[in-house]
Structure formats: C-alpha cells, structure tokens
C-alpha cells in the first residue's frame, strides 16, 4: 500500500501545468491523470486535463472534463473561460457567451472577457456588443482597442493609429 499527500498531487499539478506551458499536452494529460488519481476532487486538475484535451483537438471531452470541474468548484471562473473558449472553437457561440456572462458575474472587472462577449455578439446584437464594449473600456481595456471594435460595429473608419516613433517606443522600453 503506497501513501501518497496532497503534496505529490501539488507536485504533479506543477509538473502537468509547466508541460502545457511548453505545449506537450500529453505528457500533462498524464501527469493531472496521476494528479487525480491522488485527489479525485481536485477541480484545477479537471481543468487542466480539459486544457490538455483541448490542445488535443479532443473539444468534446474537454467540454466534459470543464463540467467536472465546474461541478466540484462551481465559482471557478477560469474553468468557465476555459469552456468558453472551447465552445467557440466549436461554434457554440450561445454557450460560449452563456460561460463568459457567467464568469463576468463572478469577476466583473476583467475587460478580456467583456471584449470576448462583444466579439461574439456583433453579429446578433450589436446594441449589446457596444455595452460589452463600453464595459470592457471601464474595467481598463486598452482604449484603441475599444474604438476599432466599436468602428467595426458601427461601420465607421477605423480611428487612426498612432505615430509609428509611439509604437516603437511601446515595444522598445
């Protein structure tokens, strides 16, 4: 009979996360496996072998291991994001938006998930796109960002961009 702590299960968590982290999804897969062999209810490895899946092109089962997740941790917004994310690869638009207004209710200041949600409104709902838009310039969104979203749904021209001696400088500091 081998005993195994919760801090083997840690270990194999921070073993499976650094294999995603540097794209080998089945060497992470394994690892959350073993993770929740240890520690069947352990939801960041639920999400984590859902990520694994996902990068697998195996979105059904990553849709599955998300819901496990969410089951053991239901305030778990990132495991929400995930799935989001994952029903837009699959064109599930009204679910992905269903698990981004989700998340937003539990961390409503993330201006990522507001520019998601008017990305996959535009076409339905503009009026609503535009009040994720603004929600999203609120919580902190980069306001270029913002205007050309808000330019692409209005039909108007996109606002100009700044001095290429600006941009340069961004990414040189």
């Given at each position: 009979?081998?005993?195994?702590?919760?801090?083997?299960?840690?270990?194999?968590?921070?073993?499976?996360?650094?294999?995603?982290?540097?794209?080998?999804?089945?060497?992470?897969?394994?690892?959350?496996?073993?993770?929740?062999?240890?520690?069947?209810?352990?939801?960041?490895?639920?999400?984590?072998?859902?990520?694994?899946?996902?990068?697998?092109?195996?979105?059904?089962?990553?849709?599955?291991?998300?819901?496990?997740?969410?089951?053991?941790?239901?305030?778990?917004?990132?495991?929400?994001?995930?799935?989001?994310?994952?029903?837009?690869?699959?064109?599930?638009?009204?679910?992905?938006?269903?698990?981004?207004?989700?998340?937003?209710?539990?961390?409503?200041?993330?201006?990522?998930?507001?520019?998601?949600?008017?990305?996959?409104?535009?076409?339905?709902?503009?009026?609503?796109?535009?009040?994720?838009?603004?929600?999203?310039?609120?919580?902190?969104?980069?306001?270029?960002?913002?205007?050309f979203m808000l330019a692409a749904l209005?039909?108007?021209?996109?606002?100009?961009?700044?001095?290429?001696?600006?941009?340069?400088?961004?990414?040189?500091?």
């Amino acid at each position: 009979m081998s005993t195994s702590s919760p801090s083997d299960a840690d270990r194999l968590l921070r073993q499976a996360l650094l294999a995603l982290e540097t794209n080998r999804p089945l060497e992470a897969l394994a690892c959350f496996d073993r993770a929740l062999a240890l520690q069947p209810a352990l939801a960041v490895a639920m999400d984590g072998r859902a990520q694994a899946l996902r990068r697998l092109g195996r979105l059904h089962e990553a849709i599955d291991w998300y819901g496990r997740a969410l089951e053991a941790s239901p305030d778990f917004a990132a495991a929400l994001v995930h799935r989001a994310r994952c029903h837009q690869e699959m064109g599930e638009d009204v679910l992905a938006l269903a698990d981004f207004r989700r998340a937003l209710r539990l961390q409503p200041q993330r201006h990522d998930w507001h520019l998601a949600c008017a990305t996959l409104l535009a076409t339905d709902d503009p009026s609503a796109a535009k009040a994720a838009l603004h929600e999203a310039a609120r919580c902190g969104a980069a306001p270029a960002q913002v205007d050309f979203m808000l330019a692409a749904l209005t039909g108007a021209p996109p606002p100009p961009l700044p001095p290429a001696s600006y941009v340069s400088a961004l990414f040189d500091a």
